[in-house]
């Protein structure tokens, strides 16, 4: 059972990886603020931009090890670097839309959020472990107090407001991310979650007839 739920996880990142790279290509719109602290620091600094979502990721993840072991898993980890090299893969590939900056990028930057939203609930619908950025703003929850809500809005501000002060790609896109990506992010979750359990009921099934 475990081996579907690993291909259901690959295949998620695989598509996350996707839609985060084609908004990237768009960055003049505006990117997620998590990607705009990644895009920052690799113009700033050098390194690649899956290089810096990776260490970034790893940095997250040594956080919530501190806090809260609960929410560092298998997937957890895989994510943090599956991510970064899926991304630099892509734009290494260099096959994905330009910008051209005229209105169709805002069509492509938008196809861009809505496969990151498919993706993401794929990836973490297989129930191995959440993202190493979930994790961390879960555990920080836990220990404060604080809802889930207001820790993800307080901790994506700061990450947006560093990524604005090295010089990060901040514009509308960036404010509007959360409010597209999220309901997808929710119903493909739930439907990937949902038939897995389904798909593992009716192995069990099997197997107890075939016994």
């Known amino acids: 059972m475990i081996y579907a739920r690993i291909l259901v996880f690959m295949i998620g990142n695989l598509i996350f990886s996707l839609g985060i790279s084609i908004t990237i290509n768009m960055q003049h719109l505006g990117i997620h603020p998590w990607d705009v602290l990644s895009v920052a620091l690799f113009e700033k600094i050098g390194l690649s ?25 298998f997937g957890t980890i895989a994510n943090a670097i599956l991510i970064g090299m899926f991304v630099d893969f892509y734009l290494w590939l260099d096959f994905l839309p330009q910008a051209t900056h005229t209105w169709t990028d805002v069509g492509v930057i938008l196809s861009g959020i809505v496969i990151m939203g498919i993706g993401g609930g794929i990836y973490n619908g297989a129930g191995i472990g959440s993202g190493p950025r979930d994790g961390f703003m879960l555990s920080i929850a836990d220990k404060t107090g604080v809802s889930i809500g207001k820790v993800r809005i307080i901790t994506e501000t700061s990450v947006l407001l560093l990524g604005l002060l090295i010089g990060g790609p901040v514009f509308i896109f960036t404010f509007v991310f959360t409010f597209i990506q999220s309901p997808i992010f929710q119903f493909v979750y739930l439907k990937v979650a949902d038939n897995l359990k389904k798909y593992e009921v009716k192995m069990n099934e099997q197997k107890s007839r075939a016994m």
Not at 49 to 73: E, P, Q
């Open 49 to 73: 931009i899956g290089s810096w979502n990776i260490i970034i990721g790893i940095l997250l993840i040594t956080v919530s090890l501190i806090l809260d072991r609960t929410y560092v898993k």
